[in-house]
């Protein structure tokens, strides 16, 4: 072969080669990832999930493509951004962060498979028929953690045994506000103490609500799961710093972050778990046989350097039963 011939031959070899990556890119399977939280402080679920996908065989990049949208908060924006993702013809659509965007995703497609993560009472919502058998195209991971808010007015009353009433936050954006404004007050009565609910939707809403407590009498506040809320994980604990409130969460995320006390499922399995199911659909099963899991393990977590900020001693009994104390 001629020199001359052999520069044109692997030049043309080499301009093909770029073409022929973006072909095997662009066949891979993309996973749509919409969350109604914010990609900042979603880092750990997003691992948690990559991680799942991983165990199921799956490793972005290599065999699997994501595509990403975030609400940030925003419920309203996403029926857009679910809209989006099923354009590109996802393979999967993953609903992450509640009820907000498993309802949305539910809404755009009755076809692609849908997998949620961390949603309550997915059955009453009408996100499936059937906790066992969810039918259609959508199953995932519940949490249940509205009916955790009897059990967490129960443990904060043990750290403030004093206080006549205890405030619990909703957002009444969230389709269960309702159902978590019910939980609470009627485990109040019982313990013979007032639990107002208190609405928050914004930044400025969340300001609102804390520097109302004092007035109210609170003497702590209950912030059950809630994407929203969530999104504004560290401002929320800072207000609890700000006006020495304490408060009991649901995610193990916000005693990291400072909080003082959580009670509730891991997140980050749900997300795990999750990641599994969905590459268990991209390998052929259909979400309508597989059953929405539930958590079975509920973690108490205690962050003592806040107690002590907050000048709180935690009876011997709590920390006890505590699964994690943060000192």
Do not use: C, H
Request: net charge neutral; hydrophobic share 50%; proline share 6%.
């Amino acid at each position: 072969m001629q020199r001359r011939q052999l520069i044109t031959l692997l030049g043309g070899l080499a301009a093909a080669w770029p073409l022929a990556t973006r072909a095997q890119q662009s066949a891979l399977p993309v996973v749509g990832f919409l969350s109604s939280r914010s990609p900042g402080e979603s880092t750990y679920v997003v691992a948690a999930f990559r991680r799942g996908m991983r165990e199921a065989g799956f490793i972005e990049g290599e065999n699997l493509g994501i595509a990403f949208r975030w609400a940030e908060g925003r419920y309203d924006r996403l029926p857009a951004l679910a809209a989006e993702l099923t354009d590109l013809r996802v393979a999967v659509l993953f609903a992450a962060g509640g009820q907000p965007s498993a309802l949305a995703a539910k809404a755009a497609t009755a076809t692609i498979p849908v997998v949620f993560s961390a949603i309550n009472d997915p059955v009453g919502l009408g996100v499936v028929a059937n906790l066992n058998r969810p039918g259609g195209n959508v199953t995932g991971m519940a949490v249940f953690t509205a009916e955790l808010g009897a059990k967490s007015v129960e443990l904060l009353k043990q750290l403030v045994p004093a206080t006549a009433v205890i405030a619990y936050l909703v957002n009444p954006s969230n389709p269960s506000a309702d159902l978590y404004s019910k939980e609470a007050p009627t485990a109040a009565r019982a313990l013979g103490i007032a639990v107002p609910v208190l609405n928050a939707s914004t930044e400025n809403g969340l300001d609102d609500v804390f520097a109302s407590l004092a007035k109210l009498g609170a003497g702590g506040i209950v912030v059950p799961a809630e994407p929203f809320f969530d999104t504004q994980r560290d401002r929320i604990v800072a207000l609890s710093a700000r006006y020495a409130i304490p408060a009991i969460y649901t995610w193990r995320e916000y005693a990291v972050a400072g909080g003082l006390m959580t009670y509730g499922p891991s997140l980050t399995d749900s997300y795990r778990q999750a990641g599994i199911y969905v590459g268990r659909v991209l390998k052929g099963e259909k979400p309508a046989d597989l059953p929405v899991m539930r958590p079975t393990k509920f973690d108490l977590v205690i962050n003592l350097r806040t107690a002590k900020a907050l000048g709180l001693n935690i009876p011997d009994k709590l920390l006890a039963i505590a699964d994690e104390v943060i000192e």
